[in-house]
Nanobody
Framework: QVQLVESGGGLVQAGGSLRLSCAAS????????MGWFRQAPGKEREFVAA????????AVVDSVKGRFTISRDNARNTVYLQMNSLKPEDTALYYC????????????????????WGQGTQVTVSS
């Protein structure tokens, strides 16, 4: 079992920045690829970014490329999502998730591959 706790959300003006954190506990963090997803009101949850076990491989959705960066610190059991140049359309509940890759170093965009999920942190971007 892995427990995930997100933090760092809040209210920010368009053009501003936030850094989300996701602290993991319960299992060896470095065994898991990590992902960030988001769900806006009335919409389905969507992929945002993912990072492999080692941190060498990342993936981000096209709509946030050049603005969001995913990183991880395996010594701190934490994954981060740095969000710059925020837009109102980035408003959503942001979730982190953990994927037990069985030792493979990949970053997946597929929600069904993730085994554990946090409760989410709200990001609201005002125009």
């Amino acid at each position: 079992q892995v427990q995930l706790v997100e933090s760092g959300g809040g209210l920010v003006q368009a053009g501003g920045s936030l850094r989300l954190s996701c602290a993991a506990s319960g299992r060896t963090f470095s065994n898991y690829a990590m992902g960030w997803f988001r769900q806006a009101p009335g919409k389905e949850r969507e992929f945002v970014a993912a990072i492999s076990q080692s941190g060498r491989k990342t993936a981000v959705v096209d709509s946030v490329k050049g603005r969001f960066t995913i990183s991880r610190d395996n010594a701190r059991n934490t994954v981060y999502l740095q969000m710059n140049s925020l837009k109102p359309e980035d408003t959503a509940l942001y979730y982190c998730a953990a994927d037990n890759t069985g030792g493979l170093d990949y970053a997946t965009t597929r929600q069904y591959q993730y085994d554990y999920w946090g409760q989410g942190t709200q990001v609201t971007v005002s125009s």
